[in-house]
């Protein structure tokens, strides 16, 4: 399984970005996928998940302001991040989720709020 995130990039404070994320093989349908975002000089923090079934969770700091889709048929995941604000600058990935092993990781997308 390969996991390609794009869609970063440097965006005012107060606006949207659409990251996508595509995935290989045959298992993206039957997979939950989480994004994940690592701000320099902390740890990974996860962002969301959503289930094989479509229902998502969001973390309290982004909630209201993050959705997560996936259109199956497209082995794609997405997220879509509005009302920026500069604490959010941070690389983006991508995580296809297979207990009980670490899964799948993408190799990131950058992106950068400027107030």
């Given at each position: ?85 500069p604490e959010d600058t941070a690389v983006y990935y991508c995580r296809m989720l297979r207990p009980p092993g670490p899964g799948y ?11």
């Open positions: 399984v390969q996991l390609q995130a794009s869609g970063g990039g440097l965006v005012q404070a107060g606006g949207s970005l659409r990251l996508s994320c595509a995935a290989s093989g045959s298992i993206f349908s039957s997979s939950n996928m989480g994004w994940y975002r690592q701000a320099a000089g902390k740890q990974r923090e996860l962002v969301g998940v959503i289930t094989s079934g479509g229902s998502t969770t969001y973390v309290d700091s982004v909630k209201g302001r993050c959705t997560i889709s996936r259109v199956n048929a497209k082995n794609t995941l997405h997220l879509q991040i509005d009302n920026l604000k990781w993408g190799q990131g997308t950058l992106v950068t709020v400027s107030s």
